[in-house]
């Protein structure tokens, strides 16, 4: 009995990879939100993955047993530590919030009367009112509101749930996910996409040593500033404030305020001003040198960490926050790169040259001579003549 040809056409697989590319992209689409929280997942794993590498080739651990102390270990430090220190901030924080509402108070009280100035008078009740009204509406929210801040509140922690849950599974399994990956594609162009992955890693190991120097820089940066201020706990905020860079917005933001609320409770060791306009110096002095970072160093490291135009990374990263937030800005300096070097495999493979510019060949092997050199013959000394 033959044996029927039951291959498909060339035709017909053209079209089931097509349809299949469809449907992935619908996916994605569909479920984004999801596909965010997971790349979320896969950057956090991504840093702390170098911990676990070094911690199994040090120690000859298993990965399994090395990602259990890391992971472990970074969850105990992040639940953990807000959880101390939240009982020891919370009468500070109290104190600060009850201060700022006495200001508010204050400056309305003040505005709801006329202002004298020498002969000119200025009626800013309305201002007064206004700050009246916003204080209520912050303090007294309407209980629909309640019930979305509830809801929303509700949302977030299952998601943090689920990025817990991916980071450890991102940190277990990637080596097996990697060459699952590989075996995707037809065993010629493996060599191929080895050599390419190894170069995206390239980048993205970059990346993050130009993210190390960035919060080292501004961590060094704001403890000299914060010593000069006589800010006490300058050495403690400025290493937060290093540390905070990392995430686009919101980390100054709250390193901002941890350290304008630090000098409106505490004041300066120095400067002969009350509190509050020791934290205005403070807010001000912060902006200065966090856009100084941002539109100087931060595009400089990071152009420099991937080879990319420091304008153009500059560009991208206003744009990215623009358009997707914290998140974009944080990834799109290594995916643009990365894009780039995946372009520049595909353009080359369309115009027929080698997958890579500087290697030569599409045999990713180091030449005959590197591998078995020739051995180095010794010459044999000389006998010196006989005289004779």
Not at 312 to 322: D, K, R
Request: glycine share 6%; with cysteine; proline share 6%.
């Amino acid at each position: 009995m033959s044996r029927e040809n039951t291959q498909w056409s060339l035709p017909f697989r053209y079209v089931v990879a097509v349809l299949c590319f469809l449907a992935i992209a619908g996916f994605l689409f569909y479920a984004r939100e999801a596909v965010t929280n997971l790349v979320i997942a896969a950057f956090v794993a991504y840093l702390i993955n170098p911990a676990v590498v070094y911690l199994s080739t040090q120690t000859h651990m298993t990965r399994t047993a090395a990602v259990n102390v890391v992971y472990f270990s970074a969850v105990i430090l992040l639940v953990g530590l807000p959880a101390t220190l939240a009982p020891i901030f919370y009468d500070e924080f109290r104190i600060v919030i009850e201060d700022l509402l006495d200001l508010s108070n204050q400056i309305s009280d003040a505005l709801s009367q006329p202002i004298h100035f020498g002969r000119l008078v200025f009626h800013l009740e309305e201002w007064g009112r206004s700050l009246s009204q916003v204080q209520t509406a912050v303090l007294t929210p309407l209980p629909e509101e309640a019930l979305k801040v509830l809801e929303t509140t509700s949302v977030g922690v299952l998601w943090f749930l689920i990025i817990l849950v991916s980071v450890y599974l991102f940190l277990a399994r990637w080596p097996e996910m990697r060459d699952w990956m590989m075996q995707l594609a037809p065993s010629p162009y493996r060599p191929e996409l080895e050599e390419l992955y190894d170069r995206i890693k390239r980048v993205w190991m970059g990346y993050l040593r130009g993210q190390i120097v960035l919060m080292l820089i501004v961590g060094v940066v704001f403890t000299i500033a914060w010593l000069i201020l006589g800010i006490p706990g300058a050495l403690v905020l400025g290493v937060i404030a290093g540390l905070f860079t990392l995430v686009p917005d919101v980390g100054p933001f709250l390193a901002m305020a941890l350290a304008a609320g630090v000098a409106l409770l505490e004041g300066s060791t120095w400067i002969p001003l009350s509190n509050f306009w020791v934290a205005a110096i403070v807010v001000l002095v912060y902006l200065v040198l966090i856009n100084a970072k941002n539109f100087f160093l931060r595009p400089i490291i990071m152009g420099r960490s991937v080879h990319m135009n420091e304008a153009l990374v500059f560009i991208v990263i206003l744009v990215a926050t623009i358009l997707e937030g914290i998140l974009g800005a944080l990834l799109v300096v290594p995916v643009l790169a990365s894009v780039v070097v995946i372009a520049g495999y595909v353009q080359r493979k369309v115009l027929g040259l080698p997958p890579f510019e500087d290697d030569g060949s599409s045999q990713f092997v180091a030449p005959p001579e590197k591998i078995n050199p020739p051995k180095r013959t010794r010459l044999k000394p000389r006998k010196p003549k006989s005289k004779g």
